[in-house]
């Protein structure tokens, strides 16, 4: 049970101290992760940690954090070799979290991985478990052959370290089929040196010497003087099982030669625990006592108790068969009864904590496959989710904006709609009043264009034009539409309305019964901005006003008793025959009127004077006109009369004048020279005075004929 514990515990702490780091220079990609000091350190640990102090302050000087995180992977590299385990595990942590902040799984990835292997070293394979399965995570994003044989490296390393050889040979044989059956390099002799332990694990000796040899080649090709004497470690077990003590011894020397040159304890402990052996194989007790003496001491020095308390075990062994003082026999067992209590102490403590972390083992194995997993689904989701989002809000901006359009023009077709509605209202209201204007409205409205052509009418113009709607004058001339010679009247009036602006007058329509219809007139010319000019043209008829006006004229001409003209008409009468005509003038007086008044009384004077003008009017033509001067003075005006009408017509007055109602006498004269009408009546008056005169009263009375008017 012992050698069986004793075996494993060996090859834990070989696979623990021999355990390195990633390749040197395996990869172009992992080129870029390593600092030279990081190669250096592997032959010159000591050496390399007194120059990173100058190099560290240096990158944070310039604030380099990703030179910062390579230099401290050489830290870790450096305090591996001179298995200082604390110092590696902070390095590596420290390394994770600036990869964190860079965002750098490779510089994370190595970080784990150093922190998992001081773990591993320390023995706690709980934690380092969990490390290691952090590195595969974080390495998907980044996949690296070399990287991924590290951590299967560090799997080989565990399960060995858990007595799980077979698992540990599985571990390592993964990796080294990730690296590739050509590919030389450090990592690839690590993975061949655990595949031996495990090899020699599980008693598979041959294997594990073929496979010993192949490492050995594969570390030629790299100076990492470390790995060569835990290489000569494995072959010096192996050496030990076939009975060589002379390579046993040869490996040993080697072992500590290096020891010496890289300063590190344990190796040099290591070394002299293979010459122990030797020493022991070969009979040679006391030398083996010796070398077992000084391991055990150098074990004490680094605190590794199982390491120690082998020794002890072996010292105690040889010592008894060496014959040395029992005082020095007593030493090593009190020693290791002190070291075995807390072995014992520590192997229990340490069993759960095995069991504990094969459990999370376990379950981190499978955690790690789920979280991959989802991993993956989850990326991908998120890639098609943030897709789908992007679709979404640029079509819900693209919607938005659509809409803000629609609502933007629909209000303001909206509004347009209500001015338009407005507007349309307005007109209409207006169209209303206009048309209700223009039915209602007795005088004619036109509205035509400047020819005369008829655009609208209202109901009296249809009316007044005799047709038979308001759509039938559409479009008709109004010179058409008037009787001929009007005509031409409404061409000059429409020119004059165009020319001024206005116009107005009365246009006298003839009718077929005779006489004319009159219009009062009033047309407005208007040019619309962007339309053609159009006429408005009222007209109010006023042909009943016409007459009225002529027949007060005419009243105003006539004398009232007995209807003949008064003198107003001979001013109407010189003005109709001013231009050079002829005209005479015959003057009445009634002779002793005033005596008919006194006898007859007035009224019967008015009967004279109404039957006179009677008697006149019957012996003159047609056009001459009887005037009452006034009185019972009376002038007959005879226009275009020379002096034989003249007489023709004095004659007949004379012939008849006894038919007369009362006795006159009359004197003639014929306008002179284009005298006035006044020159021509003086004449005519002082004629008639001049017979009056020579008649005497006497002869004047008896001419005075009193009858019934
Ligand atoms: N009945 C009537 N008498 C009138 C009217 N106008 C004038 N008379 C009268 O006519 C008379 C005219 O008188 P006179 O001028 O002296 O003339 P006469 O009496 O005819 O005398 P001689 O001319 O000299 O013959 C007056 O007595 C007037 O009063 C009238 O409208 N009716």
Known sequence: MGKRRST??????VLMVAWPLSAVGAEPAIRTLRDPLELRALGEPRAVLQELHAALAEANQHNDRHRRALLLLARANACRVIADWDCQRIAGTEVQAIARGLDDPLLEVRGLINEALADVAQRQYSHAGQRLGQAELVLKRQPVDVLYADIQLGFSAMSAASGKHAMAARYAERGLAALGAGQVSPIRARLLRNLAQAQMGLDQWSAARTTLVQARRAVEAVKDPKLEAELALAWARLARTSGLVAQQREEGERVLAIATTLENAQLEAMGREVLGNAAADAGDSVAAAREYARAAALFRQLDLLREEQRLLRQLISVQARSGVPSALREDAFARFLAVDEAVEFADRAQALDEFEAQLKYAQQAKDVARLAHETEVAQHR???LAE?????????????????????SYRQARQRNRRLREALDTVREREAQTSGLMRVTRGCVLLHDVAGRIILANPAAAEAFGADSVEAMRGQSLQALLPGGVAETVDAYLAKVRSEGTGEGVLGVPVAAGGNRYWQCA?????????????VTQAVEVTLHNLELEALREQGLRDALTG?????????????HADGASWAVIAFDLDEFKQINDRQGHEFGDAVLKATVRFLADRVRADDVVVRMGGDEFVVLLPHSGAAALERIVERLREDARQAPCSYSMGSALRENGESLVATLARADAAMYIGKRALGMSQRSQTVLIRQP
Do not use: C, H, K
């Not at 003949?564 to 109709?576: K, M, P, S």
């Open 523 to 535: 047309s407005s010319y208007v040019e619309p901005a962007d339309a053609t000019p159009y006429i």
């Open 388 to 408: 789908r989002n992007r679709l979404i809000v640029g079509l819900q901006i693209l919607t938005a904006v659509v809409l803000m359009l629609m609502l933007g």
């Open 382 to 384: 998120a890639t098609a």
């Open 8 to 13: 494993l515990a060996w090859g834990i702490w």
């Open 564 to 576: 003949a003209y008064n003198r107003r008409e001979l001013e109407r009468f010189e003005q109709r």
